[in-house]
């Protein structure tokens, strides 16, 4: 099902929106301003959701921030709040997938060891994109979040790719 077109606030109607990589191109690149910078937006996504379902059996992301705006700004980054459909699974992780799975969060106020470093913030994919994982319970707090519009008091809509 195709991403609904955007309102006169150029964002995507309030509400999740259910979609998969094809649709979210098709809106949310082809049919944006800034063509070449969200090309680049859109294969960070789809190389991380690639990684994602290798390590989460079945979920849902829901896709948000800049990349559902449809503005004359250049969009940073893509946001994406991984939920898994069974916590269990994650808990399941080998050492192995367990780091794959860390390395796909954005971390605050990390501490390197060698070298030495503190860093105010690591995202995933050099900074094209900031991943999130929704705790069991906690999804109407991440639909707000995930809802908040670019105007104070708007909403916007988000994408849903579930797998």
Not at 27 to 35: G, T
Request: glycine share 10%; aromatic share 10%; hydrophobic share 40%.
């Amino acid at each position: 099902m195709p991403l609904p077109y955007w309102t006169s606030e150029n964002v995507l109607p309030p509400g999740r929106h259910p979609a998969d990589l094809s649709d979210i191109y098709e809106r949310l690149v082809w049919d944006a301003p800034h063509r070449n910078d969200r090309e680049l937006l859109f294969s960070a996504l789809s190389g991380y959701l690639g990684v994602v379902y290798r390590l989460i059996p079945s979920g849902r992301a829901w896709v948000g921030g800049g990349l559902v705006v449809r503005t004359a700004d250049v969009p940073r980054d893509v946001d994406v709040v991984l939920i898994p459909d069974e916590w269990g699974a994650l808990k399941r992780l080998d050492g192995r997938a367990r780091s794959m799975l860390y390395g796909l969060l954005t971390l605050r106020g990390v501490i390197a060891e060698q070298p030495v470093t503190y860093l105010d913030q690591v995202q995933p994919v050099s900074g094209l994109l900031d991943g999130f994982l929704c705790r069991p319970g906690d999804e109407d707090a991440w639909e707000a979040v995930w809802a908040r519009g670019p105007v104070p008091g708007t909403l916007k809509g988000f994408a849903e790719v579930a797998w």
